[in-house]
């Protein structure tokens, strides 16, 4: 079972290494490295585990992260409404690649925070309002998905994790929350 303990933090070059795709088809070992990242989502957003196990809270999880420099990222965005529950995205995505992305920019209006850094970091972190994404799902299935506002920025994060760049790489380094014209804001 993943644990904060496997989790590597900021100060490790691992977290700026470039990671290699993995081959398909899928190994058994990535396959359940993909299994093992997604129970630690589930875990961890789960309040009676997460105290338990003394885990954060999180939505996504990449394996430079564990210290495993291969391109695997988890996405678990829970539903916001427990009586309308929306499709959530849940997903291990293998080599997730994006496509195209949108003129338009957006950020969280909380801002970011990171598994691998044990510090708050203030300021908007700017990223693309909308994705075309590719992957190969856990069954070994190249999937094709479009991904808007928090769900588009989540993948981001993730993505960011296997090309060795940190959410704070993105924030405006004069003003944290200096904005260009047409940036949206996700509340
Ligand atoms: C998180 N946690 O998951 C953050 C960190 C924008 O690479 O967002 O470092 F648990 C992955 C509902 C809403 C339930 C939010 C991407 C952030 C990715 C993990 N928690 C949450 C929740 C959360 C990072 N990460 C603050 C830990
Ligand atoms: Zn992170």
Known sequence: MITMDDIIREGNPALRA?????????SDEDIKLGEEMMEFLHNSQDPIKAEE???RGGVGLA??????????IAVHVPSGDLENPEPTLSAVMYNPKILSHSVQD??????EG??????????????????????V??????QKIRLKNYEAIVVQHEIDHL?????????????????????????
């Not at 394996?63 to 695997?72: C, E, G, T, V, Y």
């Not at 957006?106 to 801002?111: I, T």
């Open 63 to 72: 394996a430079p992260q564990l210290d495993i420099s291969k391109r695997i």
């Open 163 to 187: 090309n060795g760049v940190m959410f704070y790489d993105h924030i405006n380094q004069e003003n944290p929350y200096a904005l260009k014209d047409g940036v949206l804001v996700i509340e």
């Open 53 to 55: 196990l003394g885990l």
């Open 106 to 111: 957006a950020c969280l209006g909380e801002g």
């Open 114 to 135: 990171c598994l691998s850094v044990d510090r708050e970091v203030p300021g908007y972190v700017v990223r693309h309002n909308k994705i075309t994404l590719s992957y």
């Open 18 to 26: 470039v990671a290699k795709e993995v081959s398909v088809p899928l």
């Open 137 to 142: 799902d856990a069954a070994g299935v190249k």
